[in-house]
């Protein structure tokens, strides 16, 4: 059997015929030309946010992940912040937008949806995936109609000049770009002025003193998951779109039946481990918004799309499997946190027997996106329980229904 329809099949939710059609057939020949073989892990993820937020969001990080911060690639109207753990798992690029009046492709994919046009730089922009040979990966890939920035557009948005990007995928509004590298070789980023700045190292060096005083600093490891809202109807088509620009497969799909909505999992070929190459996870309503009048539906997942647009919702980090002062690391880390004035939507939820437990920080001020604790107990390597991602969803939509009240609340008055 080829490659990637090599992995056993997860969850219960059914796709239609054209799914299961044409996963078969994109992956069959995604592994016959090569492009399986050619494209590796992810290598990086892109976040942008507004002006004057960047060390504050580099600072947050640093206490509730594991991450470092290197070095800022500072070009005319952007300073990029490269953050990094290692190179056996994804960097974070942490853009700011240095002008509030400055446009572009991406302000205005936020610009059209209420709470999005709010914070509207802010926004997870998409994952770099390492390549083994970018000139044959990029002539496949338009072969087969994907379309990619010019490398002038490359140039005027500031992105590193050696990456190759798609243009915003229809479905999630994310760009998926190719970095060639070599395992043993660095990651560099082809981009503006490479230089330490002492604002953001201070608030770094800050940050990572704290975490160690709360000795949280050995028990937040590298990210598990990365989570994608979409429209109901486009469920189908952005795994599968995704799989087509990527080397992942087809985990399986769980329906969330309290919640109207499904969690829609994909993974690395490559790399069995999450904490290499996380997961991509896509969640989407069941139905569109538009018959949960007649159907008396909860509707979450499509009222975060309705609000925001697709776009990342979470950012999925592993907790270490262990206890802390007689509480299991991850009730450890969140009070830790907690106490510091971070706010989480709700309990840790999950347990022991069901194999892991999890929760989520409130959205991020500066990037709105969520954290999300997960420690998975023992050798439990299953994605969620449940009763878990029902309670998740509700809980990050009701912070949503505030959100939205606010929004038009402002609206109506101004
Ligand atoms: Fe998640």
Redesign the pocket.
């Known amino acids: 059997m080829s490659q990637s329809l090599n992995f056993p099949r997860h969850g219960d939710k059914r796709n239609s015929d054209f799914f299961e059609t044409f996963l078969k057939r994109l992956l069959e020949e995604r592994d016959r030309v090569g492009l399986t073989k050619l494209i590796h892990e992810i290598d990086a993820l892109m976040i942008t946010v507004e002006p004057g937020h960047s060390i504050d969001y580099v600072a947050e990080l640093c206490l509730m992940t594991p991450y470092h911060y290197m070095v800022t690639l500072e070009s005319e109207s952007h300073l990029t912040h490269v953050m990094r753990i290692d190179l056996n798992s994804p960097d974070i690029l942490v853009r700011e937008v240095k002008d509030p009046n400055i446009r572009g492709i991406f302000r205005s994919l936020n610009e059209v949806y209420p709470i999005g046009s709010y914070k509207p730089n802010s926004r997870y922009m998409g994952e770099v995936l390492r390549v083994t040979d970018l000139h044959s990966v990029v002539r496949l890939q338009r072969e087969r109609e994907f379309r990619f920035f010019s490398q002038d557009e490359i140039r005027r948005l500031e992105l590193p000049g050696n990456l190759a990007v798609s243009k915003p995928s229809p479905y999630t509004h994310n760009i998926v770009a190719y970095l060639e590298r070599e395992p043993d070789e660095l990651r560099v980023y082809a981009l503006g002025l490479s230089t330490i700045r002492g604002d953001v190292q201070e608030a770094y060096l800050a940050a990572k003193e704290l975490q160690k005083r709360l000795r949280i600093d050995d028990l937040i490891l590298p990210i598990d998951?990365l989570?994608t809202r979409v429209y109901s109807q486009n469920r189908e088509v952005a795994i599968l779109e995704y799989l087509s620009w990527s080397s992942y497969y087809y985990w399986g799909s769980y329906d969330i039946k309290d919640q109207n909505s499904s969690t829609n999992v994909t993974k690395s070929v490559h790399h069995s481990r999450e904490l290499r190459s996380p997961a991509k996870?896509f969640t989407a309503n069941n139905t569109p918004y538009f018959v949960n009048h007649l159907e008396k539906l909860p509707s979450p997942t499509e009222t975060f799309v309705r609000n925001y647009g697709p776009r990342l919702h979470?950012i999925?980090v592993a907790v270490c499997d262990g206890e802390t002062d007689g509480q299991e690391n991850i009730e450890y880390v969140v009070n830790a946190i907690r106490d510091q004035g971070k706010d989480f939507l709700l309990d840790v939820i999950g347990s022991k027997q069901q194999g892991l437990k999890?929760i989520f920080s409130s959205a991020s001020e500066h990037s709105s996106l969520i954290i999300?604790y997960?420690q998975r107990f023992g050798d439990f390597d299953g994605f969620?329980a449940k009763d878990n991602v029902a309670e998740?969803t509700r809980a990050a939509g009701v912070e949503e229904e505030l959100l939205e009240m606010e929004a038009q609340s402002s609206s109506i008055a101004g």
């Open positions: 998951h989570a996870v979470h999925a999890q999300e997960v969620f998740l």
